[in-house]
């Protein structure tokens, strides 16, 4: 059983240009998170989708970042006219349900993407 | 505030030796949960053990368990008979709330298992 699986592992971009990273969530997970992580820094949530839904984006700048999870193929993370702040590892997480917890609904990471904007 | 707080920023260990790894959190929510991770070298974030806010008993998974005091809001995990591969950063995590879904991080402790 396949984990999330993420790619690219490494994505440099210049300044201004686009950077698009995909998830695959595990088999058999519905729910998908990102994540991102500064140097030094624990990870910090951006985005919950659901299949075509975006639940809850309130982790995620206002302007150049957009999230998808469409109905067929993997979860998206497109960033526009990247800047030297993004540089960053970006984290995928899926599970199988959320809300209503009775046990612990890990979420299971992908192995991450780190961005490296020059 | 910080809703969780690692104060160690790094520790070394001797091989097979057990470790305590601190997280204090901050909720004001009754139902919640605990999560550590472990993130090698490598990068990946490795799912190590869960405790729920209601549960009676301290979480166990193998070498790792967590020492959880709920009165003083802390949640420590405990490896145990240290080996090489143990050497990475660890995080410690919370959700709040039965509806809720997003991870809050700690900073992580870097720790260094010595031969």
């Known amino acids: 059983n396949a984990g999330v699986m993420q790619n690219p592992r490494h994505l440099v971009r210049r300044r201004g240009q686009e950077a698009r990273l995909r998830c695959s969530p595990m088999k058999g997970h519905s729910h998908v998170y990102w994540y991102r992580q500064l140097p030094e820094e624990g990870l910090k949530f951006m985005v919950y989708?659901?299949?075509?839904?975006?639940?809850?984006e309130s982790g995620m700048p206002k302007e150049r970042f957009s999230a998808e999870f469409p109905k067929e193929g993997p979860s998206i993370l497109r960033i526009q006219q990247v800047v030297r702040g993004d540089s960053a590892a970006y984290f995928c997480?899926?599970?199988?349900?959320?809300?209503?917890?009775?046990?612990?609904?890990?979420?299971?990471f992908g192995p991450g993407t780190r961005l490296l904007v020059l | 505030a910080q809703k969780i707080t690692q104060t160690q920023p790094g520790m070394f260990v001797q091989e097979k030796e057990a470790v305590t790894l601190d997280c204090t959190y901050d909720t004001s929510d009754p139902s919640y949960g605990l999560f550590w991770y472990k993130q090698p070298s490598s990068g990946e974030m490795i799912f190590l053990i869960y405790q729920g806010s209601y549960d009676q008993q301290n979480a166990t998974e193998g070498r790792y368990s967590l020492n959880f005091q709920k009165a003083r809001k802390s949640a420590n995990l405990v490896i145990s008979a240290s080996q090489l591969g143990d050497s990475a950063m660890y995080f410690c995590?919370?959700?709040?709330?039965?509806?809720?879904?997003?991870?809050?991080f700690g900073a992580g402790t870097t720790v260094t298992v010595r031969a």
């Open positions: 989708l659901q299949k075509e839904n975006i639940i809850d």
């Open positions: 995590a919370m959700r709040e709330g039965l509806d809720d879904y997003k991870l809050s």
């Open positions: 997480a899926s599970s199988p349900a959320s809300g209503r917890w009775a046990s612990k609904e890990t979420q299971y």
